[in-house]
């Protein structure tokens, strides 16, 4: 019996046939690829602000009120250093003492109070910290990059009439700290942190009225 092979057009078909799944697949493929690179993106950047706010909600909720000396010994007359261009920030930045830096029996030659702060550079922003409270040296704090790509960093603050401040320039721990973060080309978000304060002025310490030197950082501010 004589076999009969395929005709021009046959081939033809079949490599037109071909060619479109093939395109239809590299089609779908490409777009998987996008959705995934676009998924992962999201993820990270999710996790990034996760990140952010444990470590706000972390450092807020341990907020002391701890006198800070700079270099010359001075005192500083706030618990709580905040406004623009605070600690450099192309913003709004945020400086204080923490209390609950672990430091099992003692092993590490410092306290578990931590000088900490936030600030934006470079659009970043960061976590900076001292491993000393007082500012006794010229050494520089110690930085850590949290988020990228910031276009602005607010904070308010609760007083004890429960009203909201954009400024904090009393000698007190507020009730709550309101953070306000903005990316680009992302909403603004907000989150509300408490703190263990009550809005209200302490009286002054001895050491303030047997050292009235004025005011001090725990942070150099340029």
């Known amino acids: 019996m004589k076999q009969r092979g395929f005709t021009l057009l046959e081939v033809m078909v079949a490599l037109g046939i071909l060619a479109f799944v093939v395109l239809a697949t590299h089609q779908i493929l490409d777009s998987t690829t996008k959705a995934k690179a676009a998924s992962d993106e999201k993820i990270a950047e999710l ?12 450092d807020f909720s341990q907020m002391t009120k701890r006198e800070v000396r700079n270099e010359s010994g001075d005192v500083q007359d706030r618990y709580i250093r905040t406004g623009r261009y605070i600690l450099d920030s192309q913003y709004d930045g945020i400086a204080f003492v923490r209390d609950g830096w672990v430091n099992p029996i003692n092993l590490l030659p410092r306290s578990e109070l931590q000088a900490v702060g936030y600030r934006i ?8 910290y001292r491993v000393y409270v007082d500012q006794l040296d010229n050494m520089e704090p110690r930085v850590q990059v949290i988020l990228k790509d910031i276009e602005d960093l607010k904070f308010e603050f609760l007083d004890e009439q429960n009203e909201w401040q954009e400024q904090w320039e009393i000698k007190a721990l507020p009730k709550a700290v309101s953070v306000t973060l903005k990316q680009v080309d992302a909403e603004p978000i907000t989150r509300l942190f408490l703190v263990p304060g009550d809005g209200k002025v302490a009286p002054p310490s001895s050491n303030e009225q047997d050292n009235n030197n004025g005011a001090g950082e725990g942070f150099n501010n340029g």
């Open 47 to 58: 996790n990034g602000l996760q990140t952010a706010f444990r470590l706000m909600d972390q």
């Open 121 to 128: 550079m470079d659009d970043n922003l960061e976590r900076v």
